[in-house]
């Protein structure tokens, strides 16, 4: 069986107070509606229809890479209105998923089972029991416990309320059905909408067969509405990707502080101290040590790397037991090799450093091209950008850069060099040579610091530059 997946997007989301369109409020660094679309695809659909209405065009902007289908729901009539919109392109043959795109911790092993029970002929629902039903349908049952319908919290009678299986909104169901079913919505409730939800009563009036897989937990299905939730959201995610973690062999030194907005993969025995924020596709080698308010991105580290406290990593490649930090910087295009050591506020910016080479303190190496077992000094730079362009430095294997040292590219610093401290090079420095540039040091016999002056002295003072400058200003 064939199955379209409708995600449906077309709230406004007024309760978020927020310029941007519910579905592209941030979870975990990306929009509400991806997490759907991630879920959805793990599924392999033949296709996936999401249903856009409030804010369209920041939605298909925001997410116009994605291999999807839109469709617009002019008029916001209700969600069955919205899978309507949808259903003139799905063929009979199918079987339609239908998803929310603000129920953004679904799961694709939940979804399955969903789509199963759909492929074999029957209408299912993904219900939940939870301990507050409020604002929720509710899922009614005859006396032998089959599904008869779906009550909305403002429909629902007093009896009905106590209910606390609750309907999650996602169903499946085969399509040719679900199309007839759509056709008998009407609009006689308190929203005055076409609920979806109402094709279950449809489905039971035809006699055909209704089912509702319950979900695990209250939490895989929870809605956003509000920055509120939004938050709730954001704090299970982070709990569950920790988890993940853990299981797979890494200590976190307190799981409730750690947010990961990504895909991450960690080896055996890595440590994650506090407040560590892990963003993009991270992988963690086995061993790998990361400080406390540390930072990375779309990034790969090698077994036994350490990585110390307020250090940011983004978009480098980290290979063994290197050492980095504390109050690093590892820029993109960066590609650091065994050994290596970049130490306390030091900055790498799209440069490749070889094998146990060292910028320990204070430096900033960038465009470079640094070989294995260099070592560069404290305060030294590579000035590799004159306003417009930028020039690449090179620096050959066991060179010493002194400390406090510019290197002007384009240039490059042979194998073995010495660059004595203090120098400013602007042109190549021969292999196993002492390159330096260092002006005349002078002494001044019978200097003295300048003195504090009172009140009546400074005016003096200022009053004589004024009068020097005005004797210098060119009469008109």
Not at 135 to 161: C, F, M, N, S, T
């Amino acid at each position: 069986m064939q199955l379209s997946v409708v995600i449906l997007a077309a709230g406004q989301g007024k309760r978020m107070n927020s310029d941007f369109p519910k579905v592209l409020q941030p979870l975990a660094g990306r929009p509400l509606l991806q997490h759907v679309i991630d879920a959805a695809r793990d599924l392999r659909p033949t296709s996936i229809y999401v249903v856009y209405g409030h804010g369209g065009a920041q939605v298909q902007a925001a997410l116009g890479s994605e291999d999807v289908e839109w469709i617009l729901q002019a008029e916001q009539l209700g969600t069955g209105h919205a899978v309507m919109q949808a259903m003139c392109v799905i063929p009979d043959d199918h079987t339609v998923l239908v998803l929310y795109g603000d129920v953004p911790l679904i799961r694709a092993a939940t979804l399955a089972k969903l789509v199963a029970a759909a492929d074999a002929g029957a209408l299912c629902l993904l219900s939940v029991y939870v301990d507050d039903a409020t604002g929720y349908g509710r899922v009614v049952r005859d006396a032998a416990g089959h599904v008869r319908a779906i009550v909305e919290q403002k429909d629902a009678a007093p009896e009905q309320l106590q209910i606390r299986e609750v309907n999650s909104g996602l169903m499946a169901a085969p399509a040719g059905r679900l199309r007839g079913w759509l056709l008998g919505l009407g609009r006689d409730n308190a929203q005055r909408e076409y609920y979806l939800t109402d094709v279950v009563a449809g489905a039971v009036l035809a006699g055909d067969p209704v089912e509702a897989t319950r979900c695990a937990g209250a939490a895989e299905v929870m809605g956003v509405n509000d920055k509120i939730q939004l938050a709730q959201v954001e704090a299970l995610y982070r709990r569950e990707r920790a988890q993940e973690l853990m299981l797979a062999g890494a200590t976190l030194a307190d799981p409730a502080r750690i947010d990961i907005r990504g895909d991450v993969t960690a080896g055996r025995d890595v440590f994650i101290d506090v407040n560590a924020v892990l963003t993009g596709t991270v992988r963690l080698g086995k061993g790998v040590k990361i400080g406390p308010n540390c930072v990375i991105s779309d990034s790969e580290i090698g077994a036994g790397t350490e990585v110390f406290a307020n250090s940011i990593i983004d978009h480098a490649s980290v290979a063994e037991n290197c050492r980095i930090g504390p109050f690093a910087r590892v820029r993109p295009e960066t590609i650091l090799h065994r050994d290596v050591h970049i130490g306390n506020f030091v900055e790498v910016k799209s440069s490749e450093i070889g094998a146990g080479s060292k910028a320990n303190h204070l430096a900033y190496v960038g465009d470079a091209k640094v070989g294995s077992g260099v070592n560069v000094g404290a305060g030294s730079i590579t000035c590799n950008y004159d306003g417009y362009n930028k020039f690449p430095t090179v620096i050959e294997d066991r060179a010493f850069i002194g400390s406090g040292s510019m290197l002007v590219a384009p240039v490059r610093i042979g194998a073995g060099a010495t660059i004595g401290a203090g120098s400013t090079i602007t042109q190549n420095a021969p292999s196993g040579e002492l390159t330096l540039t260092r002006a005349k040091q002078t002494t001044v016999a019978g200097w003295q610091r300048p003195a504090k002056l009172d009140d009546d002295a400074k005016a003096a003072a200022i009053a004589a530059a004024i009068a020097a400058d005005a004797a210098l200003t060119p009469k008109k």
